[in-house]
């Protein structure tokens, strides 16, 4: 999952960053018959403390309409904890990880869920 992850965001954060980003959120969907997505948005504050940071969104970088796409039959906890994986990884060697930790923070969960902090 790491290399379509990664390909994936290298794409997204190539392009500018909005300076009223502060932070990054990584919001998944449950789109149903074994089919998930992610996008990604920027927040214009970040709170670890406060789920609610997360609705301060700034941007969508276009992925609302290219989300990223899985298709795996699991439960929501395994699609959490494989997209934690990726993403971790990705911090630590990806593209633009130095883009995505410049900030306050970076989070990520279910949309209506909890928001996990990276």
Not at 89 to 108: C, F, H, V
Request: charged share 35%; hydrophobic share 40%; aromatic share 12%.
């Amino acid at each position: 999952m790491f290399s379509e992850i990664s390909k994936w965001l290298d794409n997204v954060l190539e392009a500018e960053i909005p300076d009223e980003v502060a932070a990054f959120g990584f919001n998944l969907y449950d789109d149903g018959d074994c089919r998930w997505s992610m996008e990604l948005v920027g927040a214009s504050e970040f709170d670890a403390d406060e789920d609610d940071w997360l609705c301060n969104e700034v941007t969508d970088f276009d992925t609302r309409e290219n989300p990223f796409r899985l298709e795996k039959e699991a439960e929501w906890e395994e699609i959490l904890a494989d997209v934690i994986s990726a993403l971790k990884e990705y911090l630590n060697n990806g593209k633009y990880a130095d883009t995505l930790k410049a900030k306050a923070g970076i989070g990520i969960g279910f949309v209506d869920g909890d928001i996990e902090i990276l």
